[in-house]
């Protein structure tokens, strides 16, 4: 049993459904949910551990991610079901689920469950869910963007552990709900999923409680974040967006190093590039035994470095350092000595982290996370500086395990919110170290005064009473004027105790040393600053305590803070002078009492010294004061750096600061003044408050306002300026401190809006520059009037209101009258007032009367001319809509007419069309709010002005420009706000119908466009689904207008436009639930409902409001309602089926005005629901509930109805077949086999015929052609094409519409289109090499041309083309194709193919392995059977797949013509494999049985539906015929075979002498030694006198005896040949041939009886076999009667003529049907048996009309034929036999190894490879007349090298 309440808090998994072994990244734990409801209402969450899954009754297979229903428990079981699927129930164990605590809600039929957990925590759930189940798509894809949407799953995962931990604060919460919503959306803009929109705490965004135009620009926002961070983020930059403003909280955990003394550890900020410290020290007091000197400090060493902005995110390499100083003796090799000096500060060593990219965000790190750094100890002789600069740029420090142990985290916001959002992390004890200068702001009472002194180096004569240089140690104190040290002012910076003095480091022996250690000097502003300075004293330590306490200060050096002029000192460094102090002098001024300070009039640096007269660079001459002697030797450097708020550096800011001294003498003031505008920046933000309280005591102090007054207010006005610049602009909050609580001055707002006025009324005669920085400054000179008024008015209870305001009305006003001016000086001041104006608002209104106020702000927009400044009118009035007077009602009232006015003119203008959408989307966000008070009126007034100007914006708006969806959203704003008051109130504004009408019309039309074609990216889901609901509710109510107002008076057009409308919007995409995941989908429903069935209904009831008219729209509704129809919605269906019924009643009973009877009949409505019926369903519309359903309810209607019930069950059983055919082709149209698809097609081709829909069939028709194409089938597509053709007549009449082709455009009637589809058939037809059909169709183009067209030119090209396929015929080689039978036995096929058998055409050269190779590869699932036995019915009625295959031989079926003729070889060729339509394939009948002579065949004879090649490349078996063959007539079969091989070859080698012998040579000695199969003796028994009983059989045996014979005399001529030709290597081999065939004649002579033929005989039998070469006989029984029928078996008809000798091209007589008597049409059937032609090479391209020299063999060097020769002196035929034409010229040899399955048993592989080793070629002359006596054959013609159709390519 699992602890599963601890599993639960440990990392989860998220997978829909699938369970994953990667063991870090999923952990095999995920959410499912629970509900009991045996106990109310309690729902829980559950974490499922495994999937279970058991084949045990009464279980129930569960699935990670399942929602379960339980209704009952046991002990350890659950009883109940899944809600995927309620109808299974059963149990599963309790162990495998965790239950925890849900909320449901339920929303009509859906239930929507919730865990009660944080909503970010659900979001990752939820997200981490639809994300993995793309993951696995992406996995079997091999996508390349797996891996990354792996790494964003586990970051998910791990983030989520930490929102489940409950260990974080609030705003470590809100910092990772940042991080985790931007990877979120980046994933799923990545996975091409939904954008979600979320508010400003990254919590979704609900689109009920948001307005349109507020979803809309979140959407925007989120779109264009995403795709920034997309294009500038890469997967390992900045994690979360950085703050201006953060902090770096460092916790120093452990310090690691063998010190053996105290040790102080300064921590800092340094800046690398620089070489410098950016933040003050640290400092750690660590004690001598490794610990903490404070044991209550271990582990709680914290420190805030805080002040830090962007400019340190910019820094290139900054450091965390830490310096390591060594309290103790100045060896520490002599730390035991108790005589040495204690207490010296003496550098021991570096650690440095790299910490720049925590800093920019491109790593985390937290306070939980620990990190090591490395320790680097210092030199003997080396300085901390230079040891720093090492440190920072090493790679690898031997640090020997000696380091330190620290936690940092980045804490964003200012120091005082970091304490509030952090209080786990800082507390009292942390520090807070300074950054060294400014933050990027500087609030009020943020009061600094910090000097940070850098002791840099010094320089120092050892003096000759030395031999050695000092150990100097530098003591650092501050005193006052009169040399007093001041108390607790130093310090190392934060962490330590505040010092009086300071001690620096110590340098073993240097007189040059390099300090560069930073101090802070912290002095209160209660102090006098002047004569404040700092004093440095030089002292040598020694090592030995006693000499050491001897040791007075041997020189000193000071630095005054502040300057004659009264600056402090500048941030540089500063070279300073040393004074050699005498010590007995010193003590004597000691013991005196006298003045501490004599050398306070001294110079300090050596520029001073070198600026005093006569004392130039170089001078000996000596200033002394006192015990205090200037040293010209020795020199001191120290740098500073003034960080005050108090202290500046700058004369004329400080003669501001300290106005009262400069308050009488104007001179100075007015030069203060004057000069403060070119003071810089910084130096004003910084002292900003002390600033503006210095001008406004100026400007109410001064006695000469004359003046002072406008310097004032110049000056106040550049100040203001400078805090709007964007450069300091994160110090407005500052500003607006400074307003609301120290601005004080009761009586200013007088004269500041005396002096604006007077500006204002002055604009064309003062300068136009200041004028406009007034303008700029309205805003802060507002917020000084109101709340100096404010002021004055609680310290006077509110005396002199009716004044002020008085004056304030009049300067308003003349602002407003400043608008008017026209010329072009005033226009950046008239756009400044424009731009800033608004902002006064929200002041003005708190002393002044609003509704006042509108109307003063209305003429001031509207005293603006017409055609100037548009845009920046348009930004003011956009401005004053975000201001807060225009959320009072009253004032809407006022600014409502002017706004919409403005706008509305531009619009219809179209001009500045962005800003005055922008202006009414503002306007319509606002009056969303219902806080801003009641909005009926608002939205009345805007409708009424400007709705209609919106519509037809949103018409004429490019519908990818970004104006156009923000335009739609004001539509969309418009119409959700809008009541039904509101609608009836803007319908009954139109005074005529016409109006109404186009209206409606204009607002539908844009409405069915923004469904088709929405402007919204597909990814905005909420956008556009808050746009359906929108719109639905839009056209509810305008359907309602329609109907009431346009059905007395109809609109056709416009209830079509809402037809149209309405269907569209309910077909439209996003609303298609089911393509949808279920989270999806459920969220969707619970949020909008099923907007479809509303829809629906709705036009359902429309269509019933048509009444009479519903014939106007048959058949042009017919196609959009079935496409609502085809909805996958049930109740949608069921409700709007029944309008087909509707429609076939209006068509039947519509009256025919001519003879006032009814149509009786529906034929508009039913094409056209056909027709769109097969588009629909091509297109993925419709499914078997919809065939059914359909079905049902038009049946059930059509029964109903007595006049049209046959008509419509006709039809109705019509769309039930079209359906079932269409549902099957778009199944297999969805995989890629095409010979599938090739079926559907001709079956949809077939019931099309049939229903005689010829526009449908031809559609068809195209598309099976195509196909065909596609795959090379051109003979197929020829025939399918000819289909086409035959609806066609040779006629000039038009083309109806559904007989036009778009394949040919041009064709207008039918003998144009007829015309050009024989040229393309004709042109298919040669590609598959079917030039019998070609020349048919050139026959009848030669008809046309001739006999009625006379068009000559074309006659002579189509005959040139006829010509050119006859001579193809005789010269081009073609393969004969084989055909194979195939079953498909079983109920896993397609419909169409089960338990049925087909005969398939093969590819050219394929052979029975590789056909079987290609069905395999269509049904890889299928079993092939091993036997031709009939499948039995277990196996039909199976599931699986079965194929039976074999190859099946064509039954020639010969024709009429070519009876009792000689016909070319090649001629007769074509028609046994093709025009075919009967097939043959045998087996035995007993498969166990060798003995011969019981062997019978079954013999299977097979018909097709149609001939084959025809418009497919199969067609199914529709006539089987099975016989029985006795022994003997198989045995004639083969022998007859046999001879016909050997002749074959004879005619060959007689044909080219040249032909290799190697094929007649194995065929022979597979003939005479037939080890193997036996031979002729395997027929012994048939030879005997004593077999048979019948006359058939007696009359066989002498026709086998016959056979016998003829094979006889083959072979001794194929022999005699042999001879001829054998090689000398080979003729051992001929010598046992013929000693076999000698051996072989005696035993038939002797055994059989037999004697071979006479000479006379043996010429018969080459004749014979010559004849019949192309015709091999179907049955022995036919061949005997005909045998019976002549008197020699095979031989010549008497009719037969010898040709002539030039014909050299072999022929074959050809005989009647002796069934039938004399020749009739039907022709000679006879079996032909052709053999497979060898197959190309494997690397080779099959050509689908492969050249000849491609065929031919490279060793080919005779190109004529020689006659068959004998002893007769007669001219024997010169034509080939059977074979040599059904086998092609052998491919070449490319292979280095030969194929033989393709030969047949007796024959040899070469006899194979060199059979029919011939090509068509040119026809030789005629010969002589004494060369036909001599008996020879002609000569060979000689070989034209340059004519193509002679030559042979090798």
């Avoid at 006379?1656 to 015709?1671: E, F, G, I």
Wanted: aromatic share 10%; charged share 25%.
């Amino acid at each position: 049993m699992f602890n599963l309440c601890d599993l639960a808090a440990a990392d989860t998994i998220y997978c829909d459904r699938a369970f994953y072994t990667y063991p870090t990244l999923f952990h095999q734990i995920y959410a499912i949910h629970i509900r009991v409801d045996n106990k109310g209402m309690l729902f829980h969450y559950i974490q499922l551990i495994y999937n279970y899954k058991s084949q045990l009754p009464h279980r129930l297979t569960l699935h990670i991610g399942d929602t379960v229903h339980i209704d009952e428990e046991i002990t350890d079981w659950y009883y109940g079901y899944t809600t995927k699927s309620k109808g299974e129930k059963g149990i599963f164990p309790k162990s495998f689920i965790h239950v925890r605590e849900a909320v449901i809600a339920k929303y009509g039929s859906l239930e929507r469950i919730t865990p009660t957990e944080s909503p970010i925590a659900q979001e990752i759930t939820s997200v981490l869910r639809e994300w993995h189940t793309i993951w696995k798509q992406k996995y079997a894809e091999r996508d390349p963007d797996l891996d990354c949407v792996r790494g964003m799953m586990s970051e998910l995962m791990d983030w989520r552990k930490k929102i489940m931990s409950r260990k974080l604060t609030n705003e470590e919460i809100r910092d990772l709900q940042q991080k985790v919503t931007s990877r979120i959306d980046t994933g799923n803009a990545m996975l091409g999923l939904d954008l979600v929109v979320r508010d400003e705490q990254g919590n979704v965004r609900n689109p009920e409680s948001s307005s349109v135009i507020e979803l809309f620009r979140q959407h925007e926002l989120a779109s264009n974040r995403i795709k920034q961070e997309q294009n500038t983020v890469g997967p390992d930059d900045g994690l979360f967006g950085w703050p201006h403003t953060f902090n770096l909280f460092v916790m120093l955990r452990n310090f690691v190093c063998r010190i053996g003394e105290d040790a102080d550890i300064l921590m800092s900020l340094y800046d690398a590039k620089q070489n410098k410290f950016i933040s003050e020290n640290y400092i750690v007091k660590w004690g001598k035994d490794g610990v903490p000197k404070d044991l209550d400090m271990l582990n709680n060493f914290r420190v805030v470095f805080t002040d830090l902005g962007s400019k340190d995110k910019q820094r290139e390499m900054v450091f965390l350092i830490f310096q390591i100083v060594r309290l103790g003796v100045m060896d520490p090799k002599d730390v035991d000595d108790k005589k040495q000096t204690k207490g010296l500060r003496r550098p021991f060593g570096v650690a440095a982290k790299d910490i720049t990219d925590y800093l920019q965000g491109k790593q985390e790190c937290n306070e939980d996370q620990q990190m090591f750094i490395p320790f680097q100890t210092c030199g003997e002789k080396e300085f901390m500086d230079s040891l720093i600069r090492k440190v920072v740029v090493a790679k690898d420090i031997n640090h020997k395990g000696q380091g330190l142990w620290v936690s940092m985290k980045i804490l964003p916001g200012d120091a005082k919110q970091v304490k509030e959002d952090y209080p786990h992390l800082i507390g009292q004890n942390t520090a807070v170290s300074r950054k060294l200068g400014f933050p990027d702001v500087i609030m009020p009472g943020d009061v600094r005064n910090d000097i940070y002194v850098t002791l840099k180096q010094g320089e120092f004569n050892k003096g000759p009473a030395k031999t050695s240089d000092k150990n100097v140690e530098v003591t650092m104190v501050v005193c006052n004027q009169r040399g007093e040290q001041l108390k607790n002012v130093i310090s190392h910076g934060c962490g330590g105790e505040m010092m009086s003095e300071y001690k620096s480091l110590i340098y073993y022996h240097e007189d040059k040393p390099k300090w560069f250690e930073t101090v802070k000097v912290a002095i209160s502003t209660e102090e006098e600053f002047k004569g404040l300075h700092l004093k440095f004293l030089f002292k040598h330590k020694s090592t030995s305590e006693t000499k050491d306490k001897s040791e007075r200060p041997f020189a000193m050096s000071f630095v005054k803070l502040m300057t004659k002029n009264g600056t402090t000192l500048a941030d540089t460094e500063h070279n300073l002078l040393v004074y050699k102090i005498d010590p007995k002098l010193a003590d004597q001024r000691i013991e005196r009492k006298e003045d501490k300070s004599p050398y306070i009039n001294l110079p300090y640096t050596r520029e001073q010294f070198e600026e005093q007269d006569g004392h130039k660079a170089g001078s000996k001459v000596t200033l002394f004061s006192g015990c205090y002697t200037l040293s010209q030797k020795d020199g001191f450097m120290i740098s500073t750096f003034v960080c005050s708020t108090k202290l500046t550096h700058n004369v004329d800011l400080l003669g501001l600061l300290q106005w009262q001294d400069a308050m009488n003498d104007t001179t100075k003031l007015e030069s203060h003044l004057n000069k403060l505008m070119h003071v810089d920046g910084e130096e004003i933000v910084k002292f900003l408050q002390d600033l503006l309280d210095s001008l406004f005591s100026i400007l109410m102090q001064n006695t000469v306002s004359d003046l002072y007054d406008n310097m004032v207010f110049e000056a106040l006005v550049h100040i203001v300026g400078l805090i709007s610049d964007r450069k300091y602009h994160q110090f407005r909050p500052v500003l607006d401190a400074y307003v609301t609580s120290s601005f004080s001055f009761a009586m200013a707002y007088q004269k500041l809006m005396v002096i604006l006025r007077e500006y204002v009324d002055k604009a064309l005669e003062i300068n136009q520059k200041i004028l406009k920085s007034a303008m700029k400054s309205l805003e802060y000179l507002f917020k000084f009037i109101v709340q100096s008024r404010n002021h004055f008015a609680l310290l006077n209870e509110g005396r002199g209101k009716q004044a002020f305001e008085l004056t304030l009305k009049q300067l308003i006003k003349s602002i407003s009258g400043m608008m008017m001016y026209t010329n072009n000086e005033t226009l950046l001041v008239q756009g400044s007032a424009l731009k800033y104006m608004c902002s006064t608002i929200s002041d003005i209104l708190t002393v002044f009367d609003s509704v006042e106020l509108s109307h003063l702000l209305v003429e001031f927009i509207n005293n603006v001319p017409k055609d100037r400044l548009t845009k920046q009118k348009l930004k003011c009035i956009d401005d004053l809509v975000h201001s807060d007077i225009f959320k009072i009602p009253d004032c809407r009232q006022i600014l409502l007419p002017m706004i919409l006015k403005h706008t509305g003119d531009l619009m219809e203008n179209k001009e500045e069309l962005e800003d005055c959408i922008m202006v009414i989307s503002d306007i319509m966000h606002n009056t969303f709010n219902k806080q801003t008070g009641p909005h009926d009126e608002d939205i009345a007034m805007i409708i009424t002005t400007s709705l209609r100007c919106v519509i037809q914006t949103c018409i004429q708006l490019d519908r990818n420009s970004t104006q156009a969806g923000r335009c739609v959203a004001v539509l969309l704003s418009m119409l959700r706000q809008m009541r039904d008051s509101h609608y009836q109130l803007y319908i009954e504004g139109f005074s005529f119908s016409i109006d109404l009408r186009d209206f409606l019309m204009e607002i539908f039309m844009l409405f069915k466009v923004l469904v088709e074609d929405s402007v919204f990216p597909p990814d905005w889901m909420e956008m556009i689904m808050l746009q359906n609901s929108i719109l639905l509710r839009a056209l509810q109510f305008f359907a309602k207008t329609v109907h009431e107002r346009f059905t007395t008076e109809f609109e056709q057009g416009l209830w079509g436009w809402f037809f149209h409308c309405a269907i569209a919007f309910l077909t439209q995409k996003p609303l298609q639930l089911e393509h949808f995941s279920s989270t999806k989908r459920t969220k969707i429903v619970c949020r909008y409902r099923d907007m479809r069935r509303e829809a629906g209904f709705e036009i359902r009831q429309m269509w019933s409001h048509l009444g009479h008219n519903k014939i106007e729209f048959i058949p042009s509704l017919v196609g959009p309602i079935l496409e609502m129809t085809l909805i996958p919605e049930t109740e949608l269906r069921k409700a709007t089926i029944p309008i087909f019924f509707d429609m076939m009643q209006c068509e039947f009973t519509q009256m025919d005005p001519t003879n006032r009877k009814y149509k009786g009949n529906f034929k508009l409505f039913s094409d056209e629901l056909i027709m769109k019926l097969d588009a629909l369903v091509e297109g993925g519309y419709g499914d078997e509930q919809y065939k059914e359903l359909i079905h049902d309810i038009l049946y059930r209607l059509c029964s109903g109805h007595s006049q049209l019930r046959d008509q419509g069950l006709e039809l109705v059983k019509i769309v039930r077949e079209l359906m079932e055919r269409l549902l099957e082709y778009r199944k297999i149209i969805q995989n890629e086999v095409k010979e599938h698809r090739m079926t559907c097609i001709v079956n949809l081709l077939n019931f099309y015929h049939d229903i005689h829909r010829q526009e449908m069939y031809i559609r068809y028709l195209y598309k099976l052609c195509d196909l065909h194409l596609a795959c090379d089938n051109y003979t197929e597509a020829a025939n399918t094409l000819l289909l086409h053709v035959n609806l066609l007549q040779w006629s000039d009449d038009n083309l109806d519409q559904m007989l036009k082709s778009s394949w040919y455009p041009e064709a207008v009637t039918h003998r144009e289109l007829k015309e050009s589809l024989y040229y393309d058939i004709i042109s298919h037809f040669d590609k598959g090499k079917m030039w019998e059909k070609g020349i048919e169709l050139c026959k009848e183009l030669v008809r046309l041309y001739e006999e009625e067209l006379f068009d000559y030119e074309r006659l002579s090209v189509i005959m040139r083309r006829q010509a050119g396929l006859y001579e193809c015929i005789i010269k081009e080689l073609r393969a004969d194709p084989e055909y194979f039978r195939v079953g498909y036995f079983g109920m896993g096929f397609p419909s169409f193919l089960q338990n049925k058998v087909f005969i398939y055409r093969g590819k050219e050269y394929e052979r029975l392995s590789d056909f079987n190779a290609r069905m395999q590869a269509l049904f890889p699932n299928a079993e092939l059977l091993k036997s031709l036995s009939p499948p039995s019915e277990d196996i039909k009625d199976s599931r699986g797949q079965y194929l039976q295959i074999n190859a099946v031989t064509p039954v020639l079926e010969l024709q009429e013509k070519f009876a009792n003729k000689h016909v070319n070889e090649k001629i007769i060729k074509y028609y046994t494999v093709n025009e075919v339509q009967k097939f043959t394939y045998s087996r035995r009948t007993d498969e166990n049985s060798n003995d011969i002579s019981k062997m019978w065949l079954e013999r299977t004879y097979l018909t097709t539906l149609y001939p084959l090649p025809g418009i497919l490349c199969w067609f199914p078996v529709t006539q089987v015929e099975v016989i029985s063959v006795s022994p003997l007539e198989s045995a004639i079969e083969t022998l007859e075979s046999t001879n016909r091989r050997i002749n074959s070859l004879i005619e060959n080698h007689a044909a080219d002498p040249e032909l290799n012998c190697n094929n007649l040579g194995m065929m022979l000695n597979g003939v005479v030694d037939a080890s193997v199969n036996g031979g002729i003796s395997n027929y012994k028994v048939f030879y005997s006198e004593d077999y048979g009983e019948s006359d058939k059989d007696m009359m066989l045996v002498i026709r086998l005896k016959d056979i016998t014979r003829n094979q006889m005399m083959l072979l001794k001529e194929a022999i005699n040949i042999h001879r001829r030709k054998v090689s000398e290597e080979m003729k051992p081999f001929h010598a046992h041939i013929e000693q076999r065939f000698t051996q072989m004649c005696d035993l038939i002579q002797k055994e059989y009886n037999l004697k071979p033929p006479e000479m006379q005989a043996y010429m018969s039998t080459l004749k014979r076999y010559k004849s019949m070469s192309a015709v091999s006989l179907s049955r022995v029984s036919e061949a005997f009667i005909s045998m019976n029928e002549s008197n020699s078996s095979y031989g010549a008809s008497p009719g037969m003529r010898t040709p002539s000798p030039a014909i050299r091209s072999p022929s074959v007589f050809v005989k009647g049907d002796k069934s039938t008597g004399s020749p009739s049409g039907k022709g000679l059937r006879q079996q032909l048996t052709p053999k497979r032609p060898p197959r190309p090479d494997a690397g080779e391209r099959r050509h689908s009309r492969p050249i000849s020299s491609q065929l031919a063999l490279s060793g080919l060097s005779s190109t004529s034929v020689s006659s068959l020769a004998s002893n007769a002196s007669s001219v024997t035929d010169n034509a080939s036999d059977t074979e040599s034409s059904d086998e092609p010229p052998p491919l070449p040899e490319k292979v280095s190894f030969s194929d033989y399955s393709n030969i047949p048993e007796n024959q040899s592989p070469v006899s194979a490879r060199n059979t029919a080793n011939r090509k068509s070629k040119p026809l030789p002359l005629l010969p002589n007349s004494s060369e036909l006596t001599n008996g020879s054959p002609p000569p060979v013609p000689k070989k034209k090298l340059t004519s193509h159709k002679d030559s042979v390519e090798q």
